[in-house]
């Protein structure tokens, strides 16, 4: 028989400990700052009715990128490639009951078939923050301020990142009443905007021309603009300029001032309605954004019930990781979570130091036990290649008097202490 | 345009935060336990390529229960049903450079396409605890007190459950050396006493008779026994026996004891080799098993690597949940994670609240800031209802005196405090 392969799925990705130890130190800390903001966590499965992405994901994603087929009973099933929808239907599920507004996350799995390279997995991990219910400037200034507390918990300089802001409303504004673009050149703009950052200036400013015309010049010089005070006068006079101001202002108040102004910013989702973002990580190994969300206020109608303003961004974990990995701001993945190794001096000792074990257990102490059945030396050298903070030898001194020699691996400094004495130094 | 439904795929489950209060404590309480047991994480793909699950993993749950697809590159790809496939392709992945014995645990989502039925979900979460690298029955036993502290954690009571103990070589013994069944009827016995407790006991009788003709009675005398002790001495000699014998003894020595021997114990899976459990909720409810596991040593081999003796068990959710809602073991999940509501008594005041919250949550403290834009009574009404534990009403006098009235919203009491006197009391 052929030997099975040890790979893993393409473009997933195996967690041996070291790796699951990152992981877990990024969403740790992500976890902590959004529970600090008050957001509460939700979950639901990576397995929804295709039909939910049809409507609003954008036909990119879903006709080329996403994990689709068909489930034993007949059903069109999809990976989810973003929790946006899923967590929409969950409101619009329980409309009635649900006291609004509401601040959830969700921390998990994302699908999207996408071609392999650098900050991409088929797999990945997502944290995504959502609030509903709430239409004012209040929520979009309160959601801004969660992705930079995060990369402040990551120890991330606000010098290595920049926010970049714009407002749907205000492209439509622009596209159709300054533009006077038709339904089509807006829909082709819109797009063609989206691939800006991966196509060549010429090619872009070419295709521009192909669907303005002699309006190219007038709508590039709009693209060149990073302040919303250079607008033109026209453009201020609207409602999405002013939402926009005002979110900026209140932004700059609360002592966020690495944000711009980014006309060519368009997120590819077509649920979004008000202002939109991303987070960009500032050097050139980093080129994808950390960061991306927005105001998307008309959602839940796709499922019939009424209106609910929504709010949201999704951050994934790779490209986070590659920036973090990138500025040396990734922990020390060699130290493990196990705070004592038992070494074992004869196996006549097993049941003694099972006991022992139990208890400092009890005393909230990661205690791993050795099974080896190695000698002394061979114990103890496997504890130190593990990472463990601490080692005692058990042996009939140990077990009669109850004294035991704690062994620092760090320092290599031996003390002996009484069970008490063990959890607190091992604990401190 | 047809409305979307908003129902979950059927057979998955939406986590409203109240719900995923009880799976994170749940899992909470388990992680730590296996932390504190030595284990440490790892975590692989939802997706494996669907080779994998052919060599060892059963006929029913291959050919009948896994979500199989074809992604866009045209490999066939599963959705893991269980996780020791997946562990044992990464101990054999890098079986030169890890440092053996290992202890590792896994705590995600598994797919199974069942009927529906209480207990049942095609989408579960699992805990899986398996170690790698030793023999000896020192593992056996090391292994089997993970689960009994996992739910002495979630303050289950010893007489709540039973762990039921077999050995696959045992079986084997029996059938190959004392009853003298060929290797089809070994096959047919094995798989109809996995489905004993799931059918009448005379169709099972019958079909026992179906197989073994006069051998019958013989067979049906050893599954009625339920003390090692009482097996015939010709089994008694047998190797098997006596490891299953010494893990025994070995539970008994640690204060274990809650276990008996079950001769019809078989597991599903091809890949046991040794001892096998399960852990069973003694109640009428529960009648399916919260924990089971064994010995695997040579699965590893259909990667073409060298043995890894492997032992583990498996977890889901759905039981344990069941199991504890039933004996009322669940906490109350309408405590919410946020420790402190922000009341705003003007919009003018948005500024100052959001950088005392900003400043609180340096301080550890989970805040949720109003932006309902609502009256002062529904804002604390709302944080009630959330169930927050307390609230603050921010208006000119705290912002001018920073003297914040404190208000418990259990007992109803308030008090005044200056920002330090907050972190303490909240966080006490």
Redesign the interface.
């Known amino acids: ?1 052929k ?8 473009g ?6 070291e790796e ?2 990152i ?2 130190y990024i969403f740790g800390a992500i976890r902590k ?1 959004v ?4 957001f ?10 295709s ?2 992405y049809r ?1 609003k994901t954008g036909e990119e994603i879903v006709n080329e990128q996403t ?7 007949g ?1 069109e ?1 999809t990976l989810r490639p973003e929790m946006t929808p899923t967590v929409s ?2 409101i ?3 409309r009635n009951q649900l ?3 509401l ?2 996350f969700n921390i998990g ?1 994302r699908y999207r ?1 996408e071609r392999m390279q650098r900050g991409r997995s088929r ?1 990945f991990w997502q944290l995504d923050c959502d ?1 509903f ?2 239409e ?1 400037v ?2 979009d ?2 959601l801004l ?1 969660v992705p930079r ?1 995060i990369l402040k918990e990551l120890r991330v300089d606000d010098k290595l990142f920049e926010i970049r802001i714009n407002h749907r409303g205000l492209v439509n504004e622009i596209l159709k009443n300054y533009i006077h673009a038709d339904d089509q050149q807006t829909y082709k703009l819109s797009k063609l905007i989206d691939r800006k950052n991966k196509i060549e200036k010429s090619l872009f400013d070419k295709e521009v021309e192909n669907i303005l015309g002699d309006k190219k010049e007038l709508f590039l010089g709009i693209l060149e603009i990073n302040n919303l005070s250079d607008l033109p006068d026209q453009i201020k006079q609207t409602g999405a300029y002013d939402n926009l101001k005002q979110i900026c202002d ?1 932004l700059e ?2 002592g966020v001032t690495n944000y711009r102004f980014d006309p060519t910013l368009m997120r590819g989702f077509d649920y979004y309605t008000g202002m939109i973002f991303e987070i960009f990580a500032l050097d050139n190994k980093n080129n994808r954004s950390l960061f991306g969300g927005g105001r998307y206020d008309n959602l839940v109608a ?4 009424d209106k609910v303003p929504g709010i949201g961004f999704g951050m994934g974990d790779v490209t986070i990781r590659d920036f973090l990995e990138t500025h040396n701001l990734l922990p020390n993945n060699a130290v ?3 705070d004592l ?1 038992l070494c074992i001096l004869d ?1 006549k000792y ?2 003694d130091v ?2 022992l074990a ?1 208890d400092l ?1 009890a005393n ?6 050795d ?3 190695k000698k002394l030396g061979a114990q103890i050298k ?1 504890a130190d ?2 990472g463990v903070g601490y080692v005692i030898v058990i042996g009939e001194n140990e077990i009669n008097n109850k004294k035991y020699l704690l062994k620092n691996m760090l320092t290599s400094e031996q003390q002996e202490f009484d069970f008490e004495g063990l959890g607190k130094v091992i604990l401190n």
Chains 1, 2 share one sequence.
């Open positions: 028989m030997n099975v392969s040890t790979e893993p799925y393409k997933a990705r195996d967690f041996y400990p699951m130890r992981r877990n700052v529970e600090s903001h008050g509460e966590e939700y979950d639901a499965s990576i397995m929804e009715e039909s939910l409507a994990y689709n087929f068909i489930d034993r009973g059903r099933v239907r969950m619009a599920r329980k006291l609004f507004p601040r959830w799995r078939y797999e609030m219910g709430v004012s209040v929520s200034v309160e301020l507390d209140s108040k609360l796709i499922f019939g019930v493990s979570n196990i190794y196996e097993r049941l099972e006991l139990r257990r909230k102490i990661n205690v791993c036990v099974i080896s059945g496997h290649k593990m």
